[in-house]
Nanobody
Framework: QVQLVESGGGLVQPGGSLRLSCAAS????????MSWFRQAPGKERELVAS????????NYADSVKGRFTISRDNAKNTVGLQMNSLKPEDTAVYYC???????WGQGTQVTVSS
């Protein structure tokens, strides 16, 4: 069955960096757009970034453009999110998702605080 497992979250100071990774299994990874979402306490889940099946097209929320980079390795069935210049408002649970079919990982907590 489809499985998405995130890793790499943690506590980081403002201005710092983190890299999230999502390991996918149970489907033909290279055939699907993959996305990262986040949900902060008391807020709705929002799309952070997405990447096309071959990796040639990426899209970002305005709030993260220029700071976050989504990437994928179709040979390893992984999708990553490099997060730089982190801000306190980036604090959230981050989810890896294959929107087609509505598949989600369990989430990984990112906390940006001094």
């Amino acid at each position: 069955q489809v499985q998405l497992v995130e890793s790499g979250g943690g506590l980081v100071q403002p201005g710092g960096s983190l890299r999230l990774s999502c390991a996918a299994s149970g489907f033909t990874f290279s055939a699907y757009t993959m996305s990262w979402f986040r949900q902060a306490p008391g807020k709705e889940r929002e799309l952070v970034a997405s990447i096309s099946p071959a990796g040639g097209t990426t899209n970002y929320a305005d709030s993260v453009k220029g700071r976050f980079t989504i990437s994928r390795d179709n040979a390893k069935n992984t999708v990553g999110l490099q997060m730089n210049s982190l801000k306190p408002e980036d604090t959230a649970v981050y989810y890896c998702s294959r929107i087609m079919g509505n598949y989600w990982g369990q989430g990984t907590q990112v906390t940006v605080s001094s």
